[in-house]
């Protein structure tokens, strides 16, 4: 059974950071793309940032880019979100997703599996 | 950037009834590059349609995906009890989200 954790989240003053963790069980890890998605309180869903399978291609929202940093340690098959300088708009729920299709190609696909999300909450 | 527009923005439905929810983008994308998404409260996103039309494992014959270009269609063909939830649209050539539909029982 395909799952996914996300730990990391909690109360953070705005200008610090903070890192968020995913790991993963259930499926080859090194096989899929992973991204973070976001959702603040009452509002819709945000994609955050994206990482394939090698750690050779990472892309960010522009709302994050410069602030926010994605990797991921496949031998401990797990996924992290690095988030630096944070403000106000970034409080959300932040989930980890996995691709549907597994490979190289797969980093433009759908998500189907996701965890249930940590939550960050920015504010002095 | 490419944009995607939901619309409604909530659609007010009977049980039994059909759902036909729109999403438009800004600019053409790959039918390949379209996904479907129902979020209920409390819950994380699950996957309904990928390739603007393929249903994800598991998903019940009612929900259908159709559209090309930039005018993609949802349509649930009839709506169980549920089905009402909160619905979004998903380029992936880019990953941004539609702002969503709500379907809610009227």
């Known amino acids: 059974e395909v799952q996914l954790v996300e730990s990391g989240g909690g109360l953070v003053q705005p200008g610090r950071s903070l890192r968020l963790s995913c790991a993963a069980s259930?499926?080859?890890?090194?096989?899929?793309?992973m991204h973070w998605v976001r959702q603040a309180p009452g509002k819709g869903l945000e994609w955050v940032s994206g990482?394939?399978?090698?750690?050779?291609?990472?892309d960010y929202a522009d709302s994050v880019k410069g602030r926010f940093t994605i990797s991921r340690d496949n031998a401990k098959n797990s996924l992290y979100l690095q988030m630096n300088s944070l403000r106000a708009e970034d409080t959300a729920l932040y989930y980890c997703?996995?691709?549907?299709?597994?490979?190289?190609?797969?980093?433009?696909?759908?998500?189907?599996?996701w965890g249930q999300g940590t939550l960050v909450t920015v504010s002095s | 950037e490419i944009v995607l527009t939901q619309s409604p923005g909530t659609l007010s439905l009977s049980p039994g009834e059909r759902a036909t929810l729109s999403c438009r983008a800004s600019?053409?994308?790959?039918?390949?590059?379209l996904g479907w998404y129902q979020q209920k409260p409390g819950q994380a996103p699950r996957l309904l349609i990928y390739?603007?039309?393929s249903r994800a494992t598991g998903i019940p014959d009612r929900f259908s995906g159709s559209g090309s270009g930039t005018d993609f269609t949802l349509t649930i063909s009839r709506l169980e009890p549920e089905d009402f939830a909160v619905y979004y649209c998903?380029?992936?050539?880019?990953?941004?989200f539609g702002p969503g539909t709500k379907v809610d029982i009227k």
């Open positions: 600019q053409s994308i790959s039918s390949s590059y």
């Open positions: 997703a996995r691709v549907l299709r597994r490979g190289g190609s797969g980093y433009y696909s759908s998500f189907d599996y």
């Open positions: 998903q380029q992936y050539g880019s990953f941004t």
């Open positions: 990482i394939n399978w090698n750690s050779g291609s990472r």
């Open positions: 259930g499926f080859t890890f090194d096989d899929y793309a």
């Open positions: 390739g603007a039309s």
